[in-house]
């Protein structure tokens, strides 16, 4: 069966960094576009970072933009999310996501979600 395994959560201090990691079995990973979307206590999961399956296009939320880099090594079936200047807002699960249609920022357009990876950020 399909599984995304995230891992590279963590606590940091604001301006901190971090870089999670999302391995895929079970699929083709090459053929579906990745992403990775957040989900505060009480608030909605939300759209963070996707890539296409080739990496050509690559889309941020406004609110990450600049800060975060998402990154894929299809050779290694591996979405990458690297997390600079990290502030206490960030704080939230942080969810891999596969979507063979695309990049989507809406979370019900997903095929696969991972498990999920708490990011804890401090002021």
């Known amino acids: 069966q399909v599984q995304l395994v995230e891992a590279g959560g963590g606590s940091v201090q604001s301006g901190g960094s971090l870089r999670l990691s999302c391995e895929a079995s079970?699929?083709?990973?090459?053929?579906?576009?990745m992403g990775w979307f957040q989900q505060a206590p009480g608030k909605e999961r939300k759209f963070v970072a996707g890539?296409?399956?080739?990496?050509?296009?690559?889309l941020y939320a406004d609110s990450v933009a600049g800060r975060f880099t998402i990154s894929r090594d299809n050779a290694k079936n591996t979405v990458y999310l690297q997390m600079n200047s990290l502030k206490p807002e960030d704080t939230a699960v942080y969810y891999c996501?596969?979507?063979?249609?695309?990049?989507?920022?809406?979370?019900?357009?997903?095929?696969?979600w991972g498990q999920g990876t708490q990011v804890t950020v401090s002021s």
């Open positions: 996501a596969a979507n063979k249609r695309g990049i989507t920022r809406t979370p019900s357009y997903i095929d696969y």
């Open positions: 079970g699929l083709t990973f090459d053929s579906y576009a």
């Open positions: 890539i296409s399956r080739s990496a050509d296009s690559i």
